[in-house]
């Protein structure tokens, strides 16, 4: 593999990093593209911190050995927030994190309340604390973490129908907390989010504005890839699942439209 055909691997426990892919493909147009779900271990939001951190180092490593990328985002908030200095310890190459967009939120609300919808590992971690404490310090922040959402995403790009009823319950969860009726800006802090905000669009109880991570890491990819060479046609991006089930299957299907390559297992 010569060094201008190496590509960008993308990381997720499923399919939510696809949010991420989306506006780095925007931006770096010739890049290649390994985007990878760790779909034996999905979801993570619902794992211990000791299981995501014991779990995405080693995948990576293994995923570094048959891929050679030149850069690895890992585009999960949980698995970020919870195993990103260990892989940056452990992989000797650039490591783009993604972390929940609560500076651009705090920037962005009028209310001065911001919800952060996440999983459950992400919206407890200390990482999210800090954040809150240095870019929100004027706000209050109210959290609701959201297995169900994560499942929903799945499903939608299996080409599973979305429930309106089922997204409505999980963000009364958020909106339904002491001062939620006052929230004006929501975190995506969890990449699969973004690929059903219209669906929240439609249910929200009070006009919001949604914010995610995704713009900001396909930057931070432009400038860490400045002057590389890519290759004249960077050809389908590979999809790559640590199990392939029917599931894995219906979503690899969908994805061909996309400009993905039929799904491989890793």
């Not at 147009?29 to 995405?56: H, L, N, Q």
């Not at 959201?146 to 409505?168: C, I, M, Q, R, T």
Request: include cysteine.
């Amino acid at each position: 593999m010569s060094d201008n055909t190496r590509p960008i691997l993308f990381f997720d426990s499923g399919v939510g990093g696809l949010s991420v892919v989306a506006p780095t493909r925007a931006l770096l147009p010739a890049a290649p593209i390994v985007y990878a779900a760790d779909s034996a271990g999905f979801p993570y939001g619902t794992k211990s911190e000791g299981e995501i951190a014991a779990r995405v180092p080693a995948l990576l490593g293994r995923l570094l050995e048959r891929f050679r990328p030149r850069l690895i985002v890992i585009a999960c908030n949980t698995a970020s927030t919870i195993a990103l200095p260990a892989v940056r310890a452990a992989l000797d190459l650039p490591i783009v994190g993604t972390v929940p967009a609560i500076k651009p939120a705090a920037q962005a609300s009028r209310t001065r309340v911001i919800g952060v919808l996440g999983t459950e590992a992400t919206v407890r971690q200390p990482y999210v604390d800090d954040l809150a404490r240095r870019f929100a310090g004027d706000c209050t922040v109210l959290r609701y973490g959201s297995a169900a959402l994560v499942e929903l995403a799945e499903a939608k790009l299996a080409g599973e129908a979305v429930a309106p009823d089922a997204v409505a319950r999980e963000l009364a969860g958020l909106f339904g907390q002491a001062g939620g009726e006052a929230i004006d800006v929501i975190v995506n802090a969890c990449t699969h989010f973004p690929l059903l905000e219209d669906d929240m669009r439609a249910v929200v109880p009070r006009e919001v504005t949604f914010v995610d991570g995704g713009p900001g890491i396909a930057r931070r990819v432009a400038t860490l890839t400045d002057g590389q060479q890519w290759p004249h046609d960077s050809g389908e991006a590979r999809l790559v699942f640590t199990r392939l089930s029917e599931r894995e299957a219906q979503i690899g299907a969908h994805l061909r439209a996309h400009g993905f390559a039929p799904p491989e297992t890793l």
